[in-house]
C-alpha cells in the first residue's frame, strides 16, 4: 500500500468554454467577451488563492513544505482551506470566526479571501489519517484483512469537513471491522472507490 503524503485538498476548477476558441461572428461577440472576462477573472483568482495559500501556510510554519501532513503544523481552528468554483480562497474555521478573519487578515496582508464554519479542525482529521496510516503499514497486519482487501484510499475531506475512506466495497461488515481495526472516529465517513492500479 503507498502512505498517503499529502493531505492538502487545495480544489481548483477553472472552467473554459469552447465558445472560446471558436472564430467570433456578430451574434455571439457580446457571449464570447462575457465568457473569455470571466475565464480570466477566474485565472486570475485562482492566482490569488494560491498566493493567499502559501502565505497562510508559511504563516503557520516557513517549513511547512516538509510538514505538511504533521498534525502540529496547523492551529486548532483551522478546518482546512481550498478554492471555490470563482476562484476565491476559502478558509474553513472551527472557532469564532470574526476574531480569527480579523487575525489572518493581519497575516495574509489582505481580505480578500472568504471563512466557512466548520466543527472539525484540520488537526482532528490529520490525526485520523495517521491511525490510518498505521494500519497500512503495520506488518503484522494479514494482506487479506478485509479492510486491506477493499481498501481503496483516504483523505481529509476539507470541503465536508471529514476523513473519506475509500473502500471498492461498503458494506456493514467493512466497516465494523474498520471501525475495530482501525479507527471509530466520528470523522470518518466511507464512501465507495477503487483501489488504483500499481504499474
Known sequence: ML??????LLSLLIVFLASCNQPKTDDT???????SSEV???????????????KLMNYFSEDWMERESDPDLYP????????DN??????ALTQNTENIKALLEQALESDNFKVESVRYSYKEMLRVMDSIDEFLVNNSIPDDH???ANFAGAYPDV???RVKVLLNEVN?????????????SQLVIFEQGEIPELF
Do not use: C
Not at 486548532?76 to 478554492?83: A, H, K, L, P, T
Open 146 to 148: 478485509i479492510v486491506l
Open 172 to 184: 456493514q461488515n467493512i466497516i465494523n471491522s474498520f471501525k475495530r481495526d482501525v479507527t471509530n
Open 86 to 91: 470563482n476562484g476565491v480562497f476559502v478558509i
Open 3 to 8: 502512505k498517503s503524503t499529502n493531505y492538502l
Open 76 to 83: 486548532d481552528y483551522y478546518g482546512g482551506s481550498f478554492i
Open 29 to 35: 461577440n457580446k457571449n464570447t467577451d462575457s465568457n
Open 40 to 54: 480570466n477573472s477566474i485565472k486570475q483568482n485562482n492566482q490569488i488563492a494560491l498566493e493567499l495559500h502559501d
Open 159 to 161: 470541503m465536508e469537513n
